[in-house]
């Protein structure tokens, strides 16, 4: 492959391109995507994905053969001015890390390409991976010759099927056509990438972990530093960027920094994808600039919730993240504001929370998940979070006491204080948000032993409205016989006998059994 | 896969490859990590048997008793737990017999625990029986689509 060849392909492949793409704006010419700024998604469900040739169409390639005409400084450069933050949760400058590696002294050095996407309520990275595989590789590509690296991996989480299937295919494809390999254009520049599947754990997605895991160990964390930059795979200095950080990277150094960094709030340039879900009436996949509101995504891309039910809150950043009220969708999304109200940008995963839905059951069961993707090498995360569990459990129960509320306030502390990762040092800020923000809530279970959602279920009792069509089909499945009745006669439900089973429910043909 | 074939597959792995990737091809080939892969892969990859077994357990890929024909996964995500994956679970459990976690005696039915995010919120709550994925589904949906499986082995049955 070389320079001229790329544009025989651009010239030859441009016009399936364009009408494809025309063909997708007139499908899609609704607000949830007209509103959108795609960037990142900008091939996503327009090229084939496995194709490079389609690819190349759409200026692939092109970045790479860019920066081959390029001294390295000048690469990392563009990718300073550009002001991009890693994608993957911390936002660190992107520009920063690929110096730290350029300036590491090594024969040999690694790309890696973090696509353990492990936040519930997150697959950004994985419709990049399955739609658009070939800008990950180029990146890595670019990276490789900018850092003087010979090697990259992604590492894909195993629960992305087809993730996985399109990028070896594209991985395959790319050595066909000698975008992978040795000496590339005819430079004397080598580069491979290697697939690598994760086995399913949470932690992985913490670069030492993650390093830890592709060296196939258990995926424990150590303490930094040594930074991977520094001391990474097999101890050699390491480049770990996100799927989304890198997608975006080749058309940054194609087309020039102000591509990015013209779009967004200040100190937070760019665009990011959200992956927009709960209770909304549009969900997916948005991307959007950096600093647009939260009241602008939820009403007006999701286009708000099923009438009749307010929205009550947004959770954002997953396990490691916070629930923002409604109160405060005047937000603009960027890394800092999320921070400053306990929340954090995270992956970008949105869950919309509408009024039947109960927050210290959400803190309880983002703890549930810390407690059971904890690696449990340090003793606050471990031990901690299983304490936070308890406690919740306790109040939603309707035995907590309020003194329990102090005691959920400084444990959190403490771990976010003294844990090892990222894991931990953020696993508590469920609660501490859900603590700050909805706190009434949490009074309510304690002093009115009541679950307003009617959630929880030893707080909440049975009930059959008046949507009963008396078939007895709840009688014959209570196990208890807490409800009474005949064919055509109204049916009654005892409390006093009721024992929560939940049985009853599902076999209503007309959804009369309710909680309260 | 015979055990010839697997020895060769992890002896490829040795070189470039690790202990998980291994362990990898051993739960993909007999749908289980059993005595004869742990002991194989410790024994190419001259590493103790307890090393091995501590990779593998760390990991949530790795099961050490075999599934049942249809496994049930129901998605844990954030969105389809907001959108009622517990409940769904419950059905699932009371409809079977068995935990989460657990197989059903026949053999035909397993539940897994805590399945992680499979990351299509959008079309959230997910069950996924066998590979069949149920979008959208209620308790209801899911209950039906289980009993549906369930006539059908019985007809399949002399």
Same mark, same amino acid.
């Not at chain 1, 308890?390 to 509320?405: H, P, Q, V, W």
């Not at chain 1, 909805?438 to 949507?467: P, Q, S, V, W």
């Not at chain 2, 289980?32 to 024994?43: R, S």
């Not at chain 2, 001259?46 to 949530?60: I, K, P, W």
């Given at each position: 492959?070389?320079?001229?060849?790329?544009?025989?392909?651009?010239?030859?492949?441009?016009?399936?391109?364009?009408?494809?793409?025309?063909?997708?704006?007139?499908?899609?010419?609704?607000?949830?995507?007209?509103?959108?700024?795609?960037?990142?998604?900008?091939?996503?469900?327009?090229?084939?994905?496995?194709?490079?040739?389609?690819? *190349?169409?759409?200026?692939?390639?092109?970045?790479?053969? @860019?920066?081959?005409?390029?001294?390295?400084?000048?690469?990392?450069?563009?990718?300073?001015?550009?002001?991009?933050?890693?994608?993957?949760?911390?936002?660190?400058?992107?520009?920063?890390?690929?110096?730290?590696?350029?300036?590491?002294?090594?024969?040999?050095?690694?790309?890696?390409?973090?696509?353990?996407?492990?936040?519930? /309520?997150?697959?950004?990275?994985?419709?990049?991976?399955?739609?658009?595989?070939?800008?990950?590789?180029?990146?890595?590509?670019?990276?490789?010759?900018?850092?003087?690296?010979?090697?990259?991996?992604?590492?894909?989480?195993?629960?992305?099927?087809?993730? &996985? @299937?399109?990028?070896?295919?594209?991985?395959?494809?790319?050595?066909?056509?000698?975008?992978?390999?040795?000496?590339?254009?005819?430079?004397?520049?080598?580069?491979?990438?290697? #697939?690598?599947?994760?086995?399913?754990?949470?932690?992985?997605?913490?670069?030492?972990?993650?390093?830890?895991?592709?060296?196939?160990?258990?995926?424990?964390?150590?303490?930094?530093?040594?930074?991977?930059?520094?001391?990474?795979?097999?101890?050699?200095?390491?480049?770990?960027?996100?799927?989304?950080?890198?997608?975006?990277?080749?058309?940054?150094?194609?087309?020039?920094?102000?591509?990015?960094?013209?779009?967004?709030? %200040?100190?937070?340039?760019?665009?990011?994808?959200?992956?927009?879900?709960?209770?909304?009436?549009?969900?997916?996949?948005?991307?959007?600039?950096?600093?647009?509101?939260?009241?602008?995504?939820?009403?007006?891309?999701?286009?708000?919730?099923?009438?009749?039910?307010?929205?009550?809150?947004?959770?954002?950043?997953?396990?490691?993240?916070?629930?923002?009220?409604?109160?405060?969708?005047?937000?603009?999304?960027?890394?800092?504001?999320?921070?400053?109200?306990?929340? $954090?940008?995270?992956?970008?995963?949105?869950?919309?929370?509408?009024?039947?839905?109960?927050?210290?059951? &959400?803190?309880?069961?983002? $703890?549930?998940?810390?407690?059971?993707?904890?690696? /449990?090498?340090?003793?606050?995360?471990?031990?901690?979070?299983?304490?936070?569990?308890?406690?919740?459990?306790?109040?939603?129960?309707?035995?907590?006491?309020?003194?329990?509320?102090?005691?959920?306030?400084?444990?959190?502390?403490?771990?976010?204080?003294?844990?090892?990762?990222? #894991?931990?040092?953020?696993? %508590?800020?469920?609660?501490?948000?859900?603590?700050?923000?909805?706190?009434?809530?949490?009074?309510?279970?304690?002093?009115?032993?009541?679950?307003?959602?009617?959630?929880?279920?030893?707080?909440?009792?049975?009930?059959?409205?008046?949507?009963?069509?008396?078939?007895?089909?709840?009688?014959?499945?209570?196990?208890?016989?807490?409800?009474?009745?005949?064919?055509?006669?109204?049916?009654?439900?005892?409390?006093?006998?009721? *024992?929560?089973?939940?049985?009853? &429910?599902?076999?209503?043909?007309?959804?009369?059994?309710?909680?309260? | 896969?015979?055990?010839?074939?697997? *020895?060769?597959?992890?002896?490829?792995?040795?070189?470039?490859?690790?202990?998980?990737?291994?362990?990898?091809?051993?739960?993909?080939?007999?749908?289980? $990590?059993?005595?004869?892969?742990?002991?194989?892969?410790?024994?190419?990859?001259?590493?103790?048997?307890?090393?091995?077994?501590?990779?593998?357990?760390?990991?949530?890929?790795?099961?050490?008793?075999?599934?049942?024909?249809?496994?049930?996964?129901?998605?844990?995500?954030?969105?389809?737990?907001?959108?009622?994956?517990?409940?769904?679970?419950?059905?699932?459990?009371?409809?079977?017999?068995?935990?989460?976690?657990?197989?059903?005696?026949?053999? #035909?039915?397993?539940?897994?625990?805590?399945?992680?995010?499979?990351?299509?919120?959008?079309?959230?709550? $997910?069950?996924?029986?066998?590979?069949?994925?149920?979008?959208?589904?209620?308790?209801?949906?899911?209950?039906?689509?289980?009993?549906?499986?369930?006539?059908?082995?019985?007809?399949?049955?002399?």
């Amino acid at each position: 492959m070389n320079k001229k060849k790329l544009e025989q392909i651009k010239e030859q492949y441009k016009p399936i391109i364009e009408e494809k793409r025309a063909k997708w704006q007139e499908e899609h010419d609704t607000p949830f995507y007209t509103r959108q700024t795609r960037l990142v998604l900008r091939n996503v469900e327009i090229i084939e994905p496995t194709s490079v040739h389609e690819y *190349i169409a759409t200026d692939g390639y092109f970045g790479f053969a @860019k920066a081959l005409t390029m001294q390295p400084q000048e690469i990392i450069d563009i990718v300073k001015e550009s002001g991009m933050r890693g994608r993957g949760g911390a936002g660190f400058s992107t520009g920063k890390k690929w110096q730290f590696v350029h300036d590491a002294q090594s024969e040999t050095k690694y790309i890696v390409c973090n696509a353990d996407e492990g936040d519930p /309520g997150a697959f950004m990275d994985r419709a990049i991976l399955e739609n658009d595989p070939y800008s990950v590789l180029e990146s890595m590509t670019i990276a490789g010759y900018a850092l003087g690296a010979q090697k990259g991996y992604i590492y894909c989480r195993a629960e992305y099927p087809q993730a &996985v @299937k399109n990028c070896k295919a594209a991985i395959i494809a790319a050595r066909k056509n000698r975008l992978l390999g040795d000496n590339l254009f005819g430079t004397n520049f080598s580069f491979n990438i290697e #697939l690598r599947l994760g086995a399913g754990a949470f932690v992985c997605g913490e670069e030492t972990a993650l390093i830890a895991s592709i060296e196939g160990k258990r995926g424990e964390p150590r303490p930094r530093p040594p930074f991977p930059a520094v001391s990474g795979l097999y101890g050699k200095p390491t480049l770990i960027n996100n799927v989304e950080t890198l997608s975006a990277i080749p058309m940054i150094i194609f087309e020039g920094a102000e591509r990015w960094n013209k779009i967004g709030s %200040p100190n937070n340039a760019g665009t990011k994808v959200f992956a927009l879900a709960g209770n909304i009436t549009n969900g997916g996949l948005i991307e959007v600039p950096m600093g647009i509101t939260i009241k602008e995504i939820i009403y007006e891309i999701g286009g708000g919730y099923a009438e009749g039910s307010k929205v009550k809150a947004v959770q954002a950043g997953g396990p490691s993240g916070g629930c923002i009220p409604a109160s405060m969708f005047d937000l603009p999304i960027d890394f800092d504001s999320l921070q400053s109200v306990g929340s $954090i940008l995270g992956s970008g995963g949105l869950v919309v929370m509408c009024d039947k839905v109960c927050m210290i059951d &959400v803190a309880k069961f983002f $703890i549930k998940f810390s407690v059971d993707e904890s690696c /449990g090498k340090c003793v606050p995360c471990r031990i901690g979070n299983i304490k936070l569990l308890n406690i919740l459990e306790k109040i939603t129960s309707g035995r907590g006491e309020e003194s329990d509320l102090c005691e959920l306030e400084k444990l959190s502390k403490t771990i976010i204080e003294t844990s090892l990762c990222g #894991l931990g040092q953020s696993s %508590p800020n469920p609660v501490l948000s859900t603590l700050t923000h909805f706190r009434e809530e949490y009074l309510d279970h304690i002093h009115n032993r009541r679950c307003g959602a009617g959630i929880c279920r030893e707080l909440t009792t049975y009930e059959i409205n008046e949507k009963c069509i008396m078939c007895t089909a709840c009688i014959k499945v209570c196990p208890v016989d807490a409800i009474t009745g005949e064919l055509k006669k109204p049916h009654y439900l005892s409390k006093e006998k009721c *024992i929560k089973c939940n049985k009853c &429910v599902p076999i209503c043909p007309v959804d009369a059994i309710v909680r309260v | 896969m015979t055990k010839q074939a697997f *020895i060769k597959a992890v002896e490829r792995e040795r070189d470039g490859g690790s202990v998980l990737c291994a362990l990898q091809i051993a739960q993909e080939a007999y749908g289980y $990590i059993n005595e004869f892969a742990i002991q194989t892969v410790a024994d190419v990859f001259s590493v103790s048997q307890s090393h091995v077994y501590g990779v593998a357990t760390f990991y949530h890929q790795f099961t050490f008793a075999k599934r049942g024909k249809y496994n049930i996964q129901v998605c844990m995500g954030t969105a389809c737990y907001v959108l009622g994956a517990e409940e769904i679970i419950r059905a699932i459990e009371d409809e079977l017999g068995i935990k989460a976690g657990g197989k059903t005696e026949d053999g #035909l039915f397993s539940l897994e625990h805590n399945t992680r995010c499979v990351g299509d919120c959008s079309i959230a709550p $997910i069950v996924i029986i066998g590979d069949k994925w149920l979008a959208k589904t209620t308790i209801r949906k899911t209950l039906n689509e289980i009993r549906k499986i369930k006539r059908q082995e019985e007809v399949r049955l002399p």
